[in-house]
């Protein structure tokens, strides 16, 4: 029996371990519908994705159970009307916790507690006084249990709209009707090492900025980008932005120590004839093109080299939602577990994906699935001569035929400008160097981003500039990778 329980301590330990080194990719799993699938066959359909950590909006202990054994990461909530009897009462703490998580632990993996969403700016000053005493008590019943202490974190999930300046990133700076409080939270999750939890939406941006050089910014497309003038960065996506914006205002504050995790993002589907942006070609290139970023373990600007922890919204639709379309529009996957848009997170595609693809890492590994033969193009002729190759089950990304060179200096700035990629074999003295010319370095570092970023056919997109070809465009020592 001593054997038996030690071996399954072992065990629980390893899913334990292997929850917080794993994905950086979570998603949200709201529960305004009527028409969800059973938690058990939800805990199966997370089980075939790449998605290593969920977050629930209170505390169903359904779906934590259904979550048990499976190494997944729970993030669960304390509901708003919880917190007056949390922050005045310890023993309420203490119920909650021997409720709701120690029942559970460690076979479901509860790693962090949310108190309230949104707080500061509910606009209820009772609650906002009220959220920095239920964290503490709810930290000190966590603390008062030996298997749970050191496990959980406490935080409390903020808007975006707590900063009064975001752009250009460096300028990012916290509300300041709010600072006070907010530092006294601050101070809580630097002490315990909690992460300050953000619902960044470019969505929403996109939505105040309707424009189609922003569009491409918020959806990770070619695009000039945006300088900020204070670091000389060139940001090339609204998400880096954002995220760079709230770690200004964090350092700028006296929090540099506190990490950021994303709570919430993602990109409806659909929406009414008077909304912008919802769409399912931009809800897939959104977040297909974050996933992938994600992957790259480029990180920001600001902080780079590591992905941030990201909750993606959301695993299903809630059709009980109020409000426009789009609001119950933002699911990733139907009821009977079918893919609304395939987002590149079944375990089958993320795993042709290089789990970091730096500058000097090889190229990941060819799709086990072959996409539809393209239109072939010009620009595909074209690579024929330079290089007779023999028929391929691979494909290349480069230029469709006619595409202005304002349009082609663009996509190589884009690509040239992510972390992952090397232009190297483009410049001066490179392999790749000869012919000079805009288009032959295009279609080099076009098919970079498109073998380095998923394989997926939106990665070889371009704002509709590119291509597929079978036909191998390699040259001479210009060796394109497929």
């Not at 119920?95 to 707080?119: A, D, K, Q």
């Not at 998400?239 to 919430?264: H, K, Y």
């Not at 490179?430 to 570092?445: D, E, K, L, M, V």
């Amino acid at each position: 029996m001593a054997t038996l329980l030690y071996t399954s301590s072992l065990f629980f330990l390893f899913l334990f371990s292997l929850s917080e080194a794993q994905s950086f990719i979570g998603v949200n799993y709201g529960q305004v519908a009527d028409n969800l699938p059973a938690p058990e066959a939800t805990a199966e359909l997370l089980h075939s994705t790449s998605i290593q950590k969920v977050r629930l909006y209170g505390s169903d202990t359904a779906i934590i159970k259904a979550l048990a054994n499976t190494g997944i990461g729970i993030m669960i909530g304390v509901a708003n009307g919880d917190i007056p009897a949390m922050a005045t009462d310890p023993g309420f703490s203490q119920r909650w916790i021997s409720s709701n998580v120690l029942p559970f632990y460690p076979e479901s993996i509860v790693t962090t507690i949310n108190v309230g969403n949104e707080i500061l700016y509910s606009g209820d000053r009772d609650l906002m006084a009220q959220l920095l005493p239920a964290m503490k008590n709810l930290q000190s019943a966590i603390d008062s249990v030996s298997v749970l202490r050191g496990k959980i974190k406490v935080s409390t999930v903020h808007g975006m709209s707590m900063l009064t300046s975001s752009e250009p990133p460096s300028s990012g700076r916290f509300d300041p009707a709010i600072t006070d409080s907010l530092k006294e939270i601050l101070s809580f999750n630097n002490a315990t090492g909690s992460a300050f939890l953000i619902n960044p939406y470019p969505f929403f941006a996109y939505q105040s900025d309707p424009r189609p050089e922003t569009l491409d910014f918020c959806l990770f497309r070619p695009n000039a980008g945006r300088l900020d003038p204070a670091t000389n960065i060139r940001y090339t996506n609204m998400f880096d932005a954002q995220l760079d914006a709230v770690r200004s205002a964090l350092d700028s504050t006296g929090f540099r120590e506190v990490e950021i995790v994303v709570a919430e993002t993602g990109w409806p589907y659909a929406g009414d004839a008077n909304e912008v942006g919802p769409g399912i070609d931009n809800a897939k290139a959104y977040v297909g093109n974050l996933v992938s970023h994600l992957r790259s373990t480029a990180g920001t600007p600001l902080m780079p080299g590591k992905s941030v922890d990201t909750y993606l919204f959301a695993l299903y639709d809630e059709d009980l939602k109020p409000g426009p379309t789009s609001e119950r529009s933002f699911g990733l996957f139907y009821g009977n577990s079918t893919m609304i848009y395939d987002a590149g997170l079944s375990k089958s595609s993320s795993s042709n994906q290089s789990p970091a693809m730096s500058k000097t890492a090889p190229p990941p590994p060819p799709c086990s699935a072959t996409p539809p033969p393209p239109q072939p193009s010009s620009s595909s002729k074209d690579n024929n001569n330079r290089n007779a190759s023999r028929p391929s089950l691979l494909w290349w990304c480069v230029p469709k035929e006619g595409v202005p060179s304002v349009g082609l200096q663009a996509n190589i700035d884009y690509a040239c400008a992510q972390t992952y990629i090397d232009c190297g074999p483009i410049q001066p003295g490179g392999a790749c160097f000869q012919p000079n010319t805009i288009a032959s370095h295009a279609a080099y570092a076009m098919n970079l981003v498109y073998q380095n970023s998923g394989r997926n056919s939106w990665n070889c997109d371009f704002s509709r500039t590119a291509t597929l070809t079978s036909n191998n465009p390699s040259y001479d020592e210009c060796n394109y990778p497929a």
